[in-house]
């Protein structure tokens, strides 16, 4: 469109895909105007029974000076924890701890942000992952004022789970 800046994404969708577990990242986001941020899942059943069915789950999502903890049943309800953050200059840890009886806990630097409970069956199937940073958009909002490059650095993304 003319910009001089794009969008990026990396996803594990047809590489790896995991069931219940605890996942982490540790990363430095970009908190600038247009900056939108974001460490999420899908599920493996997307094409087949597209979104929302196929749930989704935000365990970090970024925009306007906000930091966002999601999870979006298939009956398009949002659970959701959002505060102020605008600390781009520190490392932080975002945790997600998902077990089988489809609870899933959202941290940031050891404190809880959102307890789900919803039991949804979309919660018992395989995820993978996407972590990305989307420039622009609806809620991204306008980066005409920002300084470009912005960079997302990520020290580390692990998943452990139960053999």
């Not at 039991?119 to 420039?135: M, R, T």
């Amino acid at each position: 469109q003319g910009y001089s800046y794009t969008s990026a994404s990396l996803n594990t969708k047809g590489k790896q895909s995991w069931t219940y577990g605890k996942f982490e990242m540790r990363a430095r986001i970009p908190t600038a105007k247009g900056c939108w941020p974001a460490w999420w899942g899908l599920g493996t059943n997307i094409s087949a029974d597209s979104w929302p069915a196929c749930g989704e789950i935000d365990m970090m999502e970024f925009y306007k000076s906000t930091a966002l903890y999601n999870v979006m049943d298939p009956g398009e309800r949002w659970f959701s924890y959002k505060e102020d953050f605008t600390d781009s200059d520190d490392y932080h840890t975002w945790t997600m701890i998902w077990n089988s009886s489809s609870d899933i806990e959202l941290y940031r630097d050891g404190t809880l942000k959102l307890h789900y409970t919803g039991g949804s069956a979309a919660f018992d199937k395989p995820f993978y992952l996407l972590v990305n940073l989307a420039i622009g958009g609806n809620n991204g909002g306008d980066p005409s004022t920002t300084t470009f490059p912005r960079s997302y650095y990520i020290d580390y993304i692990r998943v452990y789970q139960r053999e």
